[in-house]
Each structure stands twice: as structure tokens, then as C-alpha cells.
């Protein structure tokens, strides 16, 4: 891993390595995982196929939260389905006018 110095006037020096954001699993993957045609047989499966690159990612919850805000009406995000994010904003939805 490399990791560089850098020095600043008030600090001293610090490695850029211990600061590093943790990166997106998904940045490495073709995007068009992450958006299947239809819901039977073939896309079933690259949708499960995408969850499990999502079930592996630091930045899970962070991205499926970005997408409930966003509205994002396709795609896996987060884990979820296009569908499962709809039954939890319903869901969300019924608890808040409980």
C-alpha cells in the first residue's frame, strides 16, 4: 500500500494512508449489473448477482440511504431492489401517520 507525507504548517506530517475514504465496491464493477431488465429468470439472477457485491461493500447503508433521499426509482441500490426500496418508504410511510 502507499502511502505518502504530507506536511502541513499547523500539524505536522501525515500519512494520506490513515486518512483514506473507504471506496465503493461497485466502482469496479460494469454499472448495467446494477440495472437488469425486467424481474424473471436472467435478471433475477444479476440482481442477486448485484446485492452480493452490494452485501459486501463498507458503504451499504450509507447507498441505499443516497438513493431512498434521491428517489432513485431503478436499480439496486444499497442491497435493495427498485421494489424493496418502495415497500420500505411504504413502510416508513404507515409508521409515521401511526
Request: charged fraction near 30%; proline fraction near 6%.
Amino acid at each position: 500500500m502507499n502511502s505518502t507525507i504530507v506536511r502541513t504548517p499547523y500539524y505536522g506530517a501525515v500519512a494520506t494512508s490513515d486518512t483514506e475514504v473507504p471506496r465503493a465496491l461497485c466502482a469496479d464493477e460494469d454499472p448495467e449489473l446494477f440495472f437488469p431488465i425486467g424481474d424473471t429468470g436472467p435478471a433475477l439472477l444479476q440482481e442477486e448477482e448485484a446485492k452480493a457485491v452490494c452485501r459486501r461493500c463498507p458503504l451499504m447503508e450509507s447507498c441505499l440511504q443516497g438513493a431512498l433521499e434521491r428517489g432513485e426509482n431503478y436499480g439496486v441500490f444499497g442491497g435493495l431492489s427498485e421494489k424493496e426500496r418502495r415497500s420500505l418508504k411504504r413502510r416508513a410511510a404507515r409508521n409515521r401517520t401511526a
